[in-house]
C-alpha cells in the first residue's frame, strides 16, 4: 500500500507541470454603454464681451479589450454637446469705409466715414456636437465579488458636426462718424436703414459658425461599477475632459459687418475677430451599463 502511495505521488509529481501548462486563465471582454452630463462649455475669453459657461450631455457606446484582469484598452463612439454664453453690453467696434450713395448726391464732399456699432444687453449663445471618439487605458480592481472600481485615462479625438450661434435678446445699433463733418448719423427716425444706419432689437436669430474640423482632448474618468447577473453589470462614474487644441479658425471679421443697405450681416463669436483661442471643457457624471460578452482564455506555462 505504501508503494503505492508513492508512486502515485511521484507520478502526480511529474505531470504537475503539465497540468499547470495547461490551466485556462479567464479574461473578460466588455460591451458598454452611458449616458451622462454636467458642465460642458466651450472656453474662450471675448475682447468685448463677457464669457458664461454652458451645460452639456454626451452619449457613449464602446468596448473594452482586457489585457489582463485588471487592465486593458477601451474604446467608444459618442456624441458631445456643448454650449455657452456671451454678453456683450455698450461695446463699440470701429471700422473704416466710404459710401458711394451719398457722394453721388455731394459730389466733391469727402464721404469716408467711421462705421460704429454698439452693442447693449446683446446676449449670443453657442452651440457645438462633437463627434468623439476616446481611445484609453482602462483598469479595474475588484472589492468583492460585485463591484468593481474603475478608472480610465488616455485621448479623445473630436469632429464637430454641428456648430451654432443664436442671438437671443439685446439691441444693435449702427452709426457712421462723417469724416468730412464730424457728425455721428445715428438712425432716429428709422429712415436710414439703406445707408447701413439702423437700431434693431434681435429677435432669436441664428447662424452657423465654423470651427476646426478636428481636435484632441485629454480625457479622465474614474467610478464602480456593480453586477446585476452574471453578465451584466451597471456602473457610475465622473469623467473630465480638456481640449488641447484650438477649435477657433481664425477670422479677421466683426461680429456685425459694414454694410451700405438695410441688411446687415452677423458673424457669430466664433468665427469673429472678438477671440484668438477656443477650446472645450467637460466635467460631469454619468452611468450605463457594463454587458461581458465573449470569454477570453489564455493557456500560461509556469516558470520554475
Given at each position: 500500500m505504501k508503494n503505492k502511495i508513492i508512486g502515485a505521488l511521484i507520478a502526480l509529481a511529474l505531470a504537475f507541470p503539465q497540468i499547470l501548462s495547461a490551466q485556462e486563465w479567464y479574461i473578460p471582454r466588455y460591451i458598454t454603454a452611458d449616458v451622462g452630463g454636467g458642465l460642458h462649455t466651450i472656453q474662450f475669453n471675448p475682447r468685448d464681451g463677457e464669457h458664461k459657461v454652458g451645460a452639456g450631455f454626451r452619449i457613449n457606446a464602446g468596448c473594452v479589450f482586457m489585457i489582463d484582469n485588471n487592465w486593458g484598452v477601451s474604446t467608444s463612439v459618442g456624441l458631445s454637446s456643448f454650449a455657452s454664453k456671451v454678453l456683450f453690453n455698450q461695446t463699440m467696434e470701429s471700422s473704416f469705409g466710404y459710401d458711394s450713395t451719398i457722394s453721388v448726391l455731394n459730389p466733391g464732399i469727402d464721404q469716408s466715414y467711421e462705421f460704429r456699432t454698439y452693442y447693449t444687453d446683446l446676449t449670443e449663445k453657442q452651440s457645438l456636437i462633437n463627434v468623439s471618439i476616446p481611445i484609453?487605458?482602462?483598469?479595474?480592481?475588484?472589492?468583492?465579488?460585485?463591484?468593481?472600481?474603475?478608472?480610465?485615462?488616455?485621448?479623445?479625438?473630436?469632429v464637430p458636426v454641428i456648430s451654432k450661434y443664436k442671438l437671443v435678446e439685446g439691441v444693435i445699433e449702427t452709426r457712421k462718424l462723417m469724416k468730412a463733418t464730424g457728425v455721428e448719423m445715428a438712425d432716429t427716425t428709422g429712415l436710414m436703414a439703406h445707408h447701413g444706419i439702423f437700431r434693431k432689437e434681435v429677435d432669436g436669430q441664428k447662424g452657423n459658425t465654423k470651427v476646426n474640423s478636428v481636435n484632441v482632448s485629454l480625457a479622465l474618468e474614474a467610478g464602480a461599477s456593480y453586477k446585476l447577473t452574471r453578465t451584466l453589470s451597471a456602473y457610475a462614474s465622473l469623467y473630465f475632459g480638456y481640449c488641447l487644441t484650438n477649435i477657433y479658425k481664425e477670422s479677421l471679421k466683426r461680429l456685425v459687418q459694414p454694410t451700405n443697405s438695410e441688411k446687415f450681416e452677423y458673424s457669430g463669436t466664433l468665427r469673429s475677430n472678438q477671440i484668438d483661442r477656443a477650446s472645450l471643457l467637460s466635467v460631469g457624471l454619468s452611468a450605463g451599463v457594463v454587458w461581458e460578452f465573449r470569454a477570453a482564455y489564455v493557456r500560461t506555462k509556469p516558470k520554475f
Open positions: 484609453m487605458a482602462y483598469y479595474q480592481f475588484p472589492i468583492n465579488s460585485n463591484m468593481n472600481i474603475i478608472g480610465r485615462a488616455g485621448f479623445q479625438i473630436g
